[in-house]
């Protein structure tokens, strides 16, 4: 594998185990990538109508009995198929719902289709049409949601399959609603589940430039793995290495989408935070020079990846770093000096010999005005004289 590459990703490259962000090696422990999580199909043979209140505007809501106007301005509408089971069973704030969906662009193309997915309400795991759309379902509903992009895939889409701005009808039927987990009473390897799913849903977000998301999902995960760590026995040495591992990429990932949005404190103690886990990880620790640069803390910021490049002296990224870094550092120096010589009124070298130069010019070029002046006055007072 090419060293000078695992730094550096593009959207299409991030791994749901370990967001490769751009200051962040790719895990070769695993090919798993973030998908949306559901089945794509190619086509579809349904035709489906779209009301005229996904629209977006409050003049376009529709006004069909059979409608339900979810936000009020007529973006996100839902149509009852088959009714649930009562008001009762509607899932709460943070309850474990599974649906069965299917997806369709306004010409009925099918675009997406899951079957027994699992996600909790209301805390960003999907998109927020089926966060928002699902949670107004009772258990046993069927339903169409139509839903504008901003709800959905937004300005980008999900190409080749959803071209951006795309409107999108949802068939959903809520197949089951659990309470909202107690993690008290949650096994080791269940809350491990939980926090993988908030990770991947981050490196979702991340790898479509949606760092907020992003950052919340991988916060939520870490908030989990905490409640994992109690759960521990002291001499389980196994289920340890598996939070750490786990703990550790979370870290990661947040510090790559923090340093995205500027966040440059609070990446810098993600960073940290992986290092406490494992102290010589390359990644943290080029994460966190980026971040020292950018904080213009350049000395701290050379001495920090010159840890990275001992660990990993084949990569030229890292060097290439380490160059410009030394430059740059070369370069405040340089500028400092000459600041202090202004504060102090002080000159170099050069530029004392020019003045002296200058002086003796100026100087000689009077002397001899005088002698030219003299020479010329004694001529004139030989003519009187003679005259």
């Not at 509408?77 to 649930?84: A, C, Q």
Request: aromatic letters at 8%; glycine letters at 6%.
């Amino acid at each position: 594998m090419d060293i000078s590459n695992d730094y550096v990703l593009t959207g299409s490259d991030v791994e749901s185990k370990d967001v490769s962000a751009e200051y962040e090696m790719v895990s070769s422990n695993s090919d798993e990538t973030v998908t949306s999580n559901v089945i794509i199909q190619e086509t579809g043979d349904e035709q489906p109508y779209f009301p005229s209140g996904v629209s977006g505007t409050q003049s376009e809501q529709t006004t069909s009995s059979d409608m339900f106007d979810i936000l009020g301005n007529g973006s996100l509408v839902k149509k009852i198929i088959k009714e649930g089971q009562g008001y009762i069973t509607r899932p709460e704030k943070s309850g474990i719902v599974t649906i069965n969906a299917k997806g369709m662009l306004e010409d009925g193309t099918v675009v997406e289709q899951v079957n027994n997915f699992v996600f909790s309400i209301g805390e960003g795991d999907v998109m927020s049409a089926w966060d928002v759309g699902v949670a107004t379902m009772e258990k046993g509903e069927i339903a169409e949601l139509y839903t504008d992009a901003r709800h959905a895939y937004g300005e980008k889409g999900r190409p080749p399959e959803i071209p951006p701005s795309a409107k999108l009808k949802y068939e959903i039927e809520l197949v089951e609603v659990l309470e909202p987990p107690l993690l008290s009473e949650l096994q080791f390897n269940e809350v491990i589940t939980l926090a993988d799913r908030k990770r991947e849903r981050g490196n979702y977000y991340f790898s479509r430039n949606e760092h907020s998301h992003a950052i919340n999902s991988y916060s939520q995960a870490l908030k989990l793995l905490g409640t994992a760590s109690i759960k521990i026995a002291d001499d389980n040495k196994e289920s340890t290495e598996a939070l750490n591992k786990c703990r550790l990429n979370c870290y990661n990932n947040l510090a790559a989408a923090q340093i995205k949005i500027e966040g440059y404190p609070a990446a810098l103690q993600s960073c940290e935070s992986a290092l406490r886990i494992e102290p010589q990880n390359v990644k943290a620790l080029f994460r966190k020079a980026k971040i020292l640069s950018s904080l213009g803390e350049t000395g701290k910021a050379i001495a920090t990846l010159k840890k990275a490049v001992v660990l990993d002296p084949t990569s030229t990224l890292l060097q290439a770093e380490l160059n410009k870094l030394k430059q740059r550092r070369q370069n405040e120096e340089k500028s400092e000096k000459t600041m202090y010589k202004k504060m102090f009124g002080l000159h170099d070298d050069n530029q004392e010999n020019n003045n002296v130069e200058s002086a003796a010019s100026k100087w000689g070029y009077y002397i001899g005005a005088a002698c030219v002046g003299l020479v010329a006055a004694a001529f004139a007072m030989y003519r009187y004289n003679h005259n």
